[in-house]
């Protein structure tokens, strides 16, 4: 049986504790076992290497944003699509579509696939100094 | 529809497009389907999409649509997969894409694409740049 509504509230207590930078309630969405993969890697990352790196934004960044949030609920998961913005320490607001595809179990994300494009890096992390 | 009506859609609209069937493309689009690419930043109508394929052929010697991971939804589907593709000089390349369709009364209404042009030298096999780390 569906729980849409568990799913739905999953997907969204992660993408506003990394916005809020509640760094504990990120990482409770994470199964022990979690992995994430990227597009531009074809890599899965472990859950400990993805935490870091999220982390790291996290107090790097000064905004993370995740904007026009479309969600989709499927069995044993969901699909969010999503404008990723980041103030960097300079100012400088990069964007980026993400389309991120969770597969969840017991009220956690045990799997997770982030497509984006490199392609335009420069919009994202702003222009080469 | 049903999730198996959505997921046979799924198929053979991949299926369509990896055997270079436009004329079935045609009846799998609903008049006012729109395509959204990632990479462009835009929308394009079904039409257009179309009208683009003949050529869009010509690029590559094969193209195949390969371990696909299909999951549907309340009106739609996300399809996860790897495209394939062999060029006229041999090179073969990999380009890993994510399609969001939306559907409605057997056709396709909306395709959201997203994939990395970083990777479309290598898909062409030319030299290629690297993600930039910071």
């Known amino acids: 049986m569906r729980k849409d509504s568990e799913t739905l509230a999953l997907c969204d207590r992660f993408f506003d504790a990394i916005e809020q930078k509640d760094y504990a309630t990120l990482e409770r969405c994470y199964a022990p076992e979690a992995v994430v993969w990227h597009s531009h890697d074809c890599l899965y990352q472990p859950r400990d290497a993805n935490l870091a790196m999220l982390k790291d934004g996290m107090s790097r960044l000064k905004k993370m944003r995740y904007r026009n949030r479309l969600i989709h609920v499927f069995e044993g998961g969901f699909v969010q699509q999503h404008t990723l913005f980041v103030t960097h320490p300079n100012d400088f607001v990069g964007q980026m579509d993400v389309c991120f595809v969770a597969y969840t179990r017991d009220g956690m994300i045990s799997r997770a696939y982030e497509y984006f494009d490199t392609g335009q890096v420069e919009k994202f992390l702003g222009p080469r100094s | ?134």
């Open chain 2, 1 to 134: 529809m049903t999730d198996g009506e959505i997921r046979e859609l799924c198929n053979r609209f991949f299926d369509a497009y990896e055997g270079r069937r436009v004329d079935e493309l045609a009846e799998i689009y609903a008049p006012d389907c729109v395509i959204w690419h990632n990479v462009f930043g835009r929308e394009t109508t079904g039409a257009e999409n179309l009208a683009a394929l003949p050529k869009s052929y010509t690029g590559q010697r094969r193209r195949s649509y390969d371990d696909r991971t299909v999951r549907t939804f309340e009106g739609g589907f996300v399809i996860q997969y790897t495209l394939h593709g062999v060029q006229h000089d041999g090179h073969r390349g990999a380009l890993w894409i994510c399609i969001v369709g939306l559907c409605r009364d057997g056709k396709i209404t909306r395709i959201d694409e997203y994939m990395d042009s970083g990777k479309f030298a290598a898909w062409a096999g030319r030299p290629t740049g690297e993600w930039r780390q910071r």
